[in-house]
């Protein structure tokens, strides 16, 4: 079986670290990056099943990588969830219209995770 | 046969001009529930989530929860996150402020799978959080007046609590 590549951005290590920690109990091949223009060279570069992408992020948020990720035929049909804190939830309207597939909020339930990840990879 | 209840945000804006100022605004995060006695704007974010509203149309009071997973797993404690929990605790939360189960009205939303290569596969995330409302509503005698539920985009949704009204901007 071909084990699933997924790629988180967050510029938290602690949010790494936990995504990373739950991810790869379920066996998937993780990458990370720090921020939203290294997630769309890392996106390039390692070809992920999946993205987790943070919001509030230096250099380049989520919603402005997501919205170039979606723009670029390599990436574009990647599925996207974000992950959001309560006080940006108000805004995942947007990231809908620019085309994130689904959403979680911190702090990160291991349960949910892997459900909406299962989910949006067919398995 | 199910009604659906789509119509342009910019409609109601200006159907709910009247009353906007003695209606209270909450927004329901993913997880949560909430139930009014008094008349609420609910607003919440639907993508795979699925949000039941219940309504006593007599008692004018009504409930809204928005959960993400279909069933409690058993490991720790329950939670509204859970679809099976939180909407028996809705269903709990209405009767105890009044309600009568006879009279509650419901109506179901959200349950997308947002990606067009699943969008014939069965049982994804969305679906199930959409079996299990409809499962234990009917299991409560509970009728379902109005659903938009499934297909590919995010929903908004707008829930006033007293009167049961809803609407939804897809995404």
């Known amino acids: 079986m071909t084990v699933k590549k997924i790629l988180l951005v ?17 066996h998937y091949e993780v990458a990370t990056a720090r921020d939203g223009a290294e997630g769309i060279a890392k996106a390039r570069e390692f070809k992920p099943d999946l993205i987790l ?13 997501l919205r170039q990720l979606r723009q670029d035929p390599q990436t574009s049909a990647v599925p996207i969830v974000m992950v959001t804190s309560k006080a940006e939830l108000e805004s995942m309207e947007t990231g809908y219209q620019i085309g994130c597939s689904d959403y979680i909020v911190k702090p990160i339930d291991g349960v949910e995770l892997i459900a909406k990840v299962r989910n949006l990879l067919g398995e | 046969m199910n009604l659906h209840h789509r119509r342009n945000l910019h409609e109601v ?48 009071i009504g409930g809204i929860n928005h959960f993400l997973l279909p069933v409690f797993n058993g490991a720790g404690v ?14 709990r939360q209405l009767l105890a402020r ?54 590919q985009r995010g929903r908004k949704l707008i829930f006033h609590t007293d009167t049961g009204a809803a609407w939804v901007k897809a995404l």
């Open chain 1, 10 to 26: 967050d510029d938290s290590e602690t949010v790494l670290q936990m995504e990373q920690m739950i991810l790869q109990r379920d």
């Open chain 1, 53 to 65: 992408m943070d919001v509030l992020m230096p250099r380049l948020d989520g919603f402005a990588a």
């Open chain 2, 13 to 60: 804006e200006s159907s709910r001009t009247a009353d906007a100022a003695e209606r209270g605004k909450f927004y329901l995060h993913p997880g949560q529930l909430f139930v009014s006695s008094e008349g609420h704007t609910v607003t919440t974010i639907l993508g795979s989530c699925v949000a039941v509203c219940l309504c006593d149309p007599v008692a004018k």
């Open chain 2, 98 to 151: 009044g309600c009568r189960l006879h009279r509650l009205q419901a109506k179901i939303f959200g349950g997308a799978c947002v990606l067009e290569a699943f969008k014939l596969r069965r049982n994804h995330l969305g679906e199930s959080n959409v079996s299990i409302a409809e499962q234990l509503l009917q299991t409560a005698g509970i009728p379902t007046s109005s659903r938009d539920v499934g297909g």
């Open chain 2, 78 to 91: 329950t939670s509204p996150r859970f679809g099976d929990c939180s909407i028996k605790e809705l269903i």
